[in-house]
């Protein structure tokens, strides 16, 4: 008839008659998908709204027997995904009761501040049930990722303390299918703190974080491969060990110890009567003991981000800095591995700005070196370039018009052939492949990898690739709208696994 029954009504049964008891004064700003009576409590809509009449009540609601609203029910009015409450495309689709109990399925992802992805259980007051699985992956950002000896097995490390809602600290160990190592699970307990580097000893399988942690040890930590802490080595560098952040290691095979660079600038372990420069870089024995014939004399004036060590010894060092021992080095520089300058390589007047990672490719003598950058040599290389290991820019290498903002993270896929790129980058060469693309040997990218216009909803900090697929940790917690809550891992064609 003309009644406006404002996309929900009820009808008096065998008449098809509204049923002017259901005062629906108030209207759904969306389209309703699902309506289930409680006979106890009430009606529950579910739908793509956001609010009904002057109350915000994103996509599921619960209304009294006359149609006033129920504001009993639910956190902040039974909001969905608040973060995007103006947004469509994350509607309730599908509700039930049971007993007690009211189930809710869509393509959600939050209720209130609870990551719940898809499926919810809730109380008649609204309240998530315990049981319901909140997330799908970790709790909060990934910021590092480090292989270890099996194969498709990754440790990851950054600000998380649950993953697939298990407590897990700062560090984490995962298999190739998702499962998570529990004995790693307890690593660092450092309140508030952050671990921003990983890498393994692939000969004892022991590994090491750093970040701005002070337990076990003082930014720098090595555990044993079943996640416990090595109290010889940790006791050495001691809780006060850096005075500053960790933010690359580096794990030097000619000596079984690890280089260390950051934001830092003394390191202090035991036996020590004080404190000893090294400005931003250090390499420690096995013992964790400082490297004393590895010698950096005034070392840089800035932040180290990234380190690799080659297979000749030689160390790739790349970060904030513009000098190394007094002489020009702009924010990369290779050193010999007694500390001093390897004359072999030459970058001239070196990057513009800051480099934030790099990844060397034996097979094809390649160092491939991304970040903030714009240009090297005074020629323009937007964010990123493949050198030889002369410092010169690899023969056949172009990257067209760039990258149109940082590179966080680099890869080299062997399988696959391509190099992983993540950041927060929204176009490459023109190209809009937001926050991770793959590029060919020769800087033109890989096609078959699209993720579209919608893509990953956080920057990229950390790749590792694998022939199951391109492992990625991020500040996000999204993926064209699929949650995989600060990790996930791509197959080649741009699927989230």
Known sequence: GSANAYRFTRLVPGTGIIDSSLAVTSKFNGTVWAVKVDPDAGIYVGGDYTAYGT?????????????SLDSSFGVSGGVMNWATKANAGYPVLTLAVNNSEVLAAG??????????????RLSRSGAVLSGTQRGTMFGSAVYALAKTTNPGEVLVGGYFNTYKGAASYRVAKIDKSGVMDTTVANAITT?????????????????????????????????????TADTTFNSTITTTGFNSDVYAIAYDASTGGVYVGGKFTTVKTTGMAAATTVNYLVRLLPDGTVDSSFITGTAFNGQVNALVVMDDGTVLVGGKFTTYNGATANRFICLNPDGSAFNGFDIGTGFNSTVQTINYVKADRAIYIGGA?????????????KLDETGGVYAGWSIGTGLSS???ALDWDSDQE?????????????????????????GSLHTAFTPGAVSINGDVRAISASYFGAMFGTTGSTYQNQVFDFMGRFSFNATLQ
Request: charged share 15%; proline share 4%; net charge positive.
């Open 55 to 67: 109350s915000l009540v994103n996509r599921l609601v619960r209304l009294n027997a006359n149609g």
């Open 107 to 120: 393509a959600f992802v939050k209720y209130g501040t609870d990551n719940v992805p898809y499926f919810i």
């Open 191 to 227: 309140a508030g703190s952050y671990v921003y580097a990983l890498a393994t000893d692939p000969v004892s399988e022991k590994f090491y974080a750093g970040g701005t942690f002070t337990a076990p040890s003082g930014r720098l930590a090595r555990f044993n491969s079943n996640g």
């Open 373 to 385: 950058f714009t240009s090297l040599r005074g020629v323009a290389y937007n964010r990123l370039v």
């Open 406 to 408: 940082t590179v966080y």
């Open 418 to 442: 391509v190099l992983w790129i993540g950041g927060n980058f929204s176009t490459v060469r023109s190209v809009t492949v937001p926050r991770m693309a793959a590029i060919n040997r020769d």
